[in-house]
């Protein structure tokens, strides 16, 4: 079993950067960042995957939000820059079972709300 804390949400400024963490109890194959905002479905934002580092991200935020893992903390960090007010939304990590599974472990998210 595998537990999720997400961290770092916060009131900012459109144009501003935030920086929100993952910690996990256990190791994961990889990391999934997801939001939803209010009246919406909750979407996909990030992956990053613990063996190779690599990163995928939504069209929505590619370019502007990074995501990296430091694994001696099995803690992963989604970094957003240029912040939006339609970045805002609850933020959740989520982790698969294994690798090509279904997201089965959920934390229980942060907020990040975007002013304009």
């Known amino acids: 079993q595998v537990q999720l804390v997400e961290s770092g949400g916060g009131l900012v400024q459109a144009g501003d950067s935030l920086s929100v963490s993952c910690a996990a109890s256990g190791r994961t194959y990889a990391m999934g960042w997801f939001r939803q905002a209010p009246g919406m479905e909750r979407e996909f934002v990030a992956t990053f995957l613990w063996g190779s580092s690599n990163t995928y991200y939504a069209d929505s935020v590619n370019g502007r939000f990074t995501v990296s893992g430091e694994n001696a903390k099995n803690t992963v960090y989604l970094q957003m820059n240029s912040l939006k007010p339609e970045d805002t939304a609850v933020y959740y990590c989520?982790?698969?079972?294994?690798?090509?599974?279904?997201?089965?472990?959920w934390g229980q998210g942060t907020q990040v709300t975007v002013s304009s």
């Open positions: 989520a982790a698969p079972l294994g690798p090509g599974q279904a997201y089965g472990y």
